[in-house]
T-cell receptor, first 114, second 114 residues
């Protein structure tokens, strides 16, 4: 079973539209960590945010915001007023357990059309 | 940017040959990771290291071995490469030293096994 599910494989939006990328995770641990990464067309992976399981406060960073809801095991990512530079593949990831196991979702490819 | 380099950046090899990929960091971080990225699978953890000579398996470790003789270097070896190991390989380091911290990734190595 997938530990991290990103059901949206590809999304296209027109510039300046808002877009939400969904992430649903599965874990039995009470302590875990969630992450979002961005992979632009150039291929590098860029860290965006980390959230621990005890902090359900939503976070906003500029045009980016994250909604963490333990009740639905979701950690969704919203881009407000999207720009062409936001075009990338976005990955959600989970870290759990006593070891260092990290699980990534399969990614959502976002295309922002000018 | 975190000081992580990978070598080689591109490699083409034949089935059955051994291949070693190198990850080098200048950050003196304890934790290092090897992932592979494949379409439809996102990133999957192959092996990780939590110190010199301390390594453990990840989700997809079969067919791979690792070694870490120095803090700064983490080697990934394919003893006998197969076509199913054609992939993009990413090395990562943990910014804070353990799984609760975000990872910073190297530029990736594109490996083709013919």
């Amino acid at each position: 079973a997938q530990k991290v599910t990103q059901a949206q494989t590809e999304i296209s939006v027109v510039e300046k539209e808002d877009v939400t990328l969904d992430c649903v995770y599965e874990t039995r641990d009470t302590t875990y960590y969630l992450f979002w990464y961005k992979q632009p067309p150039s291929g590098e992976l860029v860290f965006l945010i980390r959230r621990n399981s005890f902090d359900e406060q939503n976070e906003i960073s500029g045009r980016y915001s994250w909604n963490f809801q333990k009740s639905t095991s979701s950690f969704n990512f919203t881009i407000t007023a999207s720009q062409v530079v936001d075009s990338a593949v976005y990955f959600c990831a989970l870290s759990e357990g006593a070891g260092n196991q990290f699980y990534f979702g399969t990614g959502t490819s976002l295309t922002v059309i000018p | 940017d975190a000081g992580i380099t990978q070598s080689p950046r591109h490699k083409v090899t034949e089935t059955g040959t051994p291949v070693t990929l190198r990850c080098h960091q200048t950050e003196n971080h304890r934790y290092m990771y090897w992932y592979r990225q494949d379409p439809g699978h996102g990133l999957r953890l192959i092996h990780y290291s939590y110190g010199v000579k301390d390594t453990d398996k990840g989700e997809v470790s079969d067919g791979y071995s690792v070694s870490r003789s120095k803090t700064e270097d983490f080697l990934l070896t394919l003893e006998s490469a197969t076509s199913s190991q054609t992939s993009v390989y990413f090395c990562a380091i943990s910014s804070g030293g353990d799984r609760s911290y975000e990872q910073y990734f190297g530029p990736g190595t594109r490996l083709t096994v013919t």
